[in-house]
């Protein structure tokens, strides 16, 4: 991006901040980010795979972040070659939720 166009987009922002439409230039960032992350699906799609990838989100949240549900998140990552360790809880901890489970359908 030429150095004009940079400056150009920096006045503007700071000009949304003087017109109060933001508190400060974190906030009309945010905004800003978000807006683009939802217009452009497939950058949201990357930003979760390598959120994944890194660790940093389980693959239940990585799917929700890139907007998809699990499994068509899974099959990403699979055609991919990423691999996919899914983390489960303690046995004992998922020993009380069968019980509870059975518990509720009697």
Do not use: C
Not at 15 to 36: P, S
């Amino acid at each position: 991006m030429a150095q004009s166009e940079d400056t150009l987009i920096e006045k503007q922002l700071d000009a949304t901040i003087r017109a109060g439409l933001y508190r400060n230039k974190d906030e009309a960032l945010h905004e800003a980010v978000t807006t683009w992350l939802t217009v452009k699906p497939n950058i949201r799609l990357e930003a979760a795979i390598e959120l994944f990838r890194e660790g940093e989100v389980t693959l239940e949240r990585a799917s929700e972040i890139a907007g998809i549900n699990r499994w068509l998140f899974q099959d990403v990552l699979i055609q991919r070659g990423i691999k996919i360790v899914i983390e489960v809880e303690s046995k004992e901890e998922l020993q009380k939720a069968a019980e509870e489970i059975r518990d509720k359908s009697k």
